[in-house]
């Protein structure tokens, strides 16, 4: 069972152009990761948010929690092909560290 | 520095039979977890092992059990195969403790494949 809500599921923009994708749950996150996976590789880790209302940076990404801790929001500034990749984001269990993931948000940057 | 290690990275295997998997952590980690990831889908949890035992389980059946060994490298095994098992078995390595600062470290993943 995924308990995170990922949109959107699919987005082919052009080099340049901007773009935000959402993470959403109906319940609190202790803290939230977003993750990118290109083809072939494992999922690598970009960021922890933990604090709520946090924004993070990460050269053009910029990373949102939301006030409630329930939601999150991944924007990227001027897209380029790099960013192609499959975006995931991740909670952890409250007690322990496993890692429950999203679906996804796919990715593709058109040159 | 190593980072975690996968194989052997494709595989096909015929329905009924059973597979197996292995995986060696990240230098210096003792936490190791498998991940199943179907085709455009996140990657969904199936255990975890800490000191060679299983310390959680995702909602998967007894087909798929594992074991970690004394360096911490661990294996997968999936008895039984199904059509539905083909997928991209990822394996991530961690510190107890250190997720939220440090997340996972993956491999690269083992495709199996289900004919």
């Known amino acids: 069972t995924q308990l995170l809500e990922q949109s959107p599921q699919f987005l082919s923009i052009q080099e340049g152009e901007n773009l935000t994708v959402y993470c959403n749950s109906s319940?609190?996150?202790?803290?939230l990761q977003w993750y990118r996976q290109e083809p072939g590789e494992g999922p690598v880790l970009l960021v922890t948010?933990?604090?709520?209302?946090e924004v993070k940076k990460l050269k053009r990404l910029t990373f949102q929690f939301g006030d409630a801790r329930k939601d999150s929001s991944l924007h990227i500034t001027a897209a380029q092909p790099g960013d192609t990749g499959l975006y995931l984001c991740a909670k952890e269990g409250r007690r322990d560290d496993k890692i429950i993931f999203g679906k996804g948000t796919r990715l593709h940057i058109l040159p | 520095d190593a980072g975690v290690t996968q194989s052997p990275t494709h595989l096909i295997k015929t329905r009924g039979q059973q597979v197996t998997l292995r995986c060696s952590p990240k230098s210096g980690h003792d936490t190791v977890s498998w991940y199943q990831q179907a085709l455009g889908q996140g990657p969904q949890f199936i255990f975890q092992?800490?000191?060679?035992?299983?310390?959680q389980r995702g909602n998967f059946p007894d087909r798929f059990s594992g074991h970690q060994f004394p360096n911490y490298s661990s294996e997968l095994n999936v008895n039984a195969l199904l059509l539905g098992d083909s997928a991209l078995y990822l394996c991530?390595?961690?510190?107890?403790?250190?997720?939220?600062?440090?997340?996972?470290?993956f491999g690269s993943g083992t495709r199996l494949t289900v004919v």
């Open positions: 319940s609190v996150f202790s803290s």
């Open positions: 092992y800490y000191e060679e035992e299983e310390r």
């Open positions: 948010v933990v604090t709520g209302g």
């Open positions: 991530a390595s961690s510190l107890p403790g250190q997720v939220v600062n440090y997340g996972y470290t």
